[in-house]
């Protein structure tokens, strides 16, 4: 069976490997990937899920201490896009044959260029860079814009529309010259995209993106079916570089919300618990580790994979992966923009969800309580304490079937990066070091 699909997939894995647009953001990511991996660890020291936690480092540090540890999150996690274009710029200048570095700043130039510098303060607008759109939230169009100015760039380039200088003029200046047109070019084109935007009732480029993606979402309501098609929907914005849970959220929270404070307001008095799906269930039982259930990918990446890169990943993003903290996964591998980690990725948080249900539907497991838990919890213990030991049985039974479903996928990209990191080795010994030839051996 595994050699099956693998037969089925791997051409498309083969396809994904030498797709330039995909190896530049695969490539580009890997900028952002140790810095969101130490913003991580910072982010589970503010938030670890201990009772009391907060408590005894407040008596030494003060009520706010966990305000410290938040800044380097902010630090990291805030400028996300900002770093992911910057590195695919580079990555995709490099493919398309431009200056790299100069093929960096266009992109991160035309993307500033069509963002609306307005923040509110008190519900006064006033001119800042908004944080939310240089984070997760900003890296679809950040993609985008990347992708469209570096082709204007080198569209330009090819041309042969760039300054030349007479021979004496130093190297770094000529480049300086030659990019002037073509980033001319592409900025003019980015100015004329955003009067157009402005032009229209979302005001920007950003707003329209974002607008579109959540128009979907307005009639979920309180059933399975709403959750499984809002988990969906969720997964398909984090393959896209937005954030799933911010979009999805802001229309199916409060509805799970409420749900969880009807089943809290039953289990104080030792009522029957009236609802299956709430808070609780969702960030208990539909994920483990962070969107599509990436705790399962980590398990599968430490025990089936070979490769260097897979490797270390996981075993750097394995502990804040086991408290729900994945983006060093998601931008890392990378999931984003990568159509074979899409199947699973949406796949294993379905049948999370599925089973869950099913199995609280025909009391097999408990409902959850609605007694609220920190979303750092580990799994198992969460499950234990929020449904009793058949929630942590479950939790466990779901997170080894998603290391399954996960396996064939990740062993397709593990082969892969391992002929690449094969290709590398052998273009390094072929590599011929002038300070290692010497006179006598002629």
């Given amino acids: 069976m595994l050699s099956k699909l693998e037969s089925m997939l791997m051409p498309l894995a083969e396809k994904i490997g030498k797709n330039k647009y995909l190896m530049s953001i695969r490539d580009g990511f890997l900028l952002s990937m140790p810095l969101l991996i130490v913003g991580s660890?910072?982010?589970?020291?503010?938030?670890?899920?201990?009772?009391?936690?907060?408590?005894?480092?407040?008596?030494?540090?003060?009520?706010?201490?966990?305000?410290?540890?938040?800044?380097?999150?902010?630090?990291?996690?805030?400028?996300?896009?900002?770093?992911?274009?910057?590195?695919?710029?580079?990555?995709?200048?490099?493919?398309?044959?431009?200056d790299k570095l100069f093929g960096a700043a266009v992109s991160l130039v035309c993307w500033f260029l069509i963002m609306p510098y307005q923040i509110m303060v008190n519900d006064t607008v006033v001119s800042g860079i908004p944080l939310n759109w240089v984070g997760s939230k900003g890296i679809f169009v950040g993609i985008l814009t990347t992708f469209f100015a570096i082709h204007i760039y080198a569209w330009v380039n090819?041309?042969?529309?760039?300054?030349?200088?007479?021979?004496?003029?130093?190297?770094?200046?000529q480049k300086s010259f030659s990019a002037l047109i073509p980033a001319g070019v592409s900025v003019a084109t980015f100015l004329l995209l955003n009067i157009i935007f402005a032009l229209t009732p979302y005001g920007n480029a950003f707003n329209f993106i974002f607008t579109i993606l959540q128009t979907p979402l307005l009639k979920l309501g309180n059933t399975l079916p709403a959750m499984l098609i809002a988990y969906v929907f969720l997964h398909i914005f984090?393959?896209?570089?937005?954030?799933?849970?911010?979009?999805?959220?802001?229309?199916?929270?409060?509805?799970?919300?409420?749900?969880s404070a009807e089943n809290l307001a039953a289990f104080q008095v030792g009522q029957p618990l009236p609802n299956i799906i709430s808070q609780q269930f969702q960030d208990l039982f539909a994920t483990f580790g962070g969107c599509g259930s990436t705790l399962s990918l980590l398990i599968a990446m430490l025990l089936f994979c070979r490769s260097k890169r897979i490797k270390e990943l996981g075993k750097l993003a394995f502990i804040p992966g086991v408290f729900g903290i994945n983006e060093p996964i998601v931008f890392g591998l990378p999931i984003l923009l990568n159509p074979l980690m899409l199947i699973p990725f949406m796949l294993v948080p379905t049948i999370n969800i599925i089973i869950s249900y099913s199995c609280m539907s025909i009391g097999l497991v408990p409902l959850c309580s609605g007694v609220a838990i920190p979303w750092t919890m580990p799994i198992i213990l969460s499950g234990f304490l929020s449904t009793g030991w058949q929630g942590a049985v479950l939790q466990f039974l779901l997170l080894i079937l998603g290391v399954f479903i996960y396996m064939p996928f990740i062993r397709m990209m593990d082969k892969q990066y391992k002929i690449e990191e094969t290709k590398t080795i052998n273009l390094s010994d072929d590599e011929i070091d002038l300070d290692d030839l010497s006179f006598d051996d002629l």
């Fill in 41 to 98: 660890f910072f982010l589970l020291v503010a938030n670890f899920p201990i009772p009391g936690w907060n408590d005894f480092w407040a008596r030494f540090f003060g009520e706010n201490w966990d305000s410290y540890f938040a800044k380097p999150t902010s630090a990291t996690f805030s400028i996300m896009a900002l770093l992911a274009v910057i590195g695919i710029g580079y990555s995709f200048a490099g493919q398309m044959k431009v």
């Fill in 158 to 173: 090819k041309k042969g529309w760039i300054i030349r200088m007479p021979d004496g003029v130093p190297p770094t200046v």
């Fill in 238 to 259: 984090w393959f896209f570089g937005v954030n799933g849970g911010s979009v999805v959220g802001a229309v199916f929270n409060p509805i799970l919300q409420t749900l």
